[in-house]
């Protein structure tokens, strides 16, 4: 079966990072990409540093 691809609105934040770190270390479940209001940089590492992820300020950009 496919992992679950993931979008973490908010990822920038407390609740966002821990949303991603989750979703990171669930099997199954893929981050592929975060969006966050006050983004001013353009991709975030993993939290198992596996890579890196896009940001978007704009959560209709991120999909």
Same mark, same amino acid.
């Given at each position: 079966m496919a992992d679950?691809? !993931?979008v973490v609105? =908010? #990822? $920038?934040g407390k609740m966002g990072q821990e !949303? $991603?770190?989750a #979703?990171?270390?669930?099997?199954?479940m893929k981050? #592929?990409? =975060?969006?966050?209001i006050a983004a001013t940089i353009d991709q975030i590492p993993l939290p198992t540093g596996? =890579?890196?992820i896009p940001v978007f300020q704009d959560i209709k950009d991120a999909v």
């Open positions: 679950i691809k !993931v609105n =908010g #990822v $920038l !949303v $991603l770190n #979703v990171d270390n669930t099997q199954g981050p #592929v990409g =975060g969006s966050d596996e =890579g890196f």
